[in-house]
């Protein structure tokens, strides 16, 4: 959920930006402002879901997919 807290350690890190499902992946994804020092692939953070539930997250490098078309400029 949008402006939901990054914990890591019960220190707060950041926010998510948006969030949603991905039927090309299969899973929820989002984006998400974290402070800089903590701006590494394959971390892992947590977030407190609407249920009051613990949630973990990973951070992933850009782009989340690839895509399957390439749309490639005439010459002339």
Do not use: C
């Not at 939901?4 to 984006?31: A, N, R, V």
């Not at 998400?32 to 407190?48: M, R, T």
């Amino acid at each position: 959920k949008e402006n939901t807290q990054i914990l890591l350690d019960s220190e707060k890190i950041g926010f998510i930006i948006h969030s949603g499902y991905s039927p090309t992946l299969k899973k929820e994804i989002g984006m998400a402002y974290i402070e800089s020092e903590y701006a590494w692939v394959g971390l892992e953070f947590e977030v407190e879901t609407t249920t009051e539930k613990m949630r973990k997250l990973k951070t992933v490098s850009a782009p989340l997919f690839i895509t399957k078309t390439v749309i490639v400029a005439q010459e002339g």
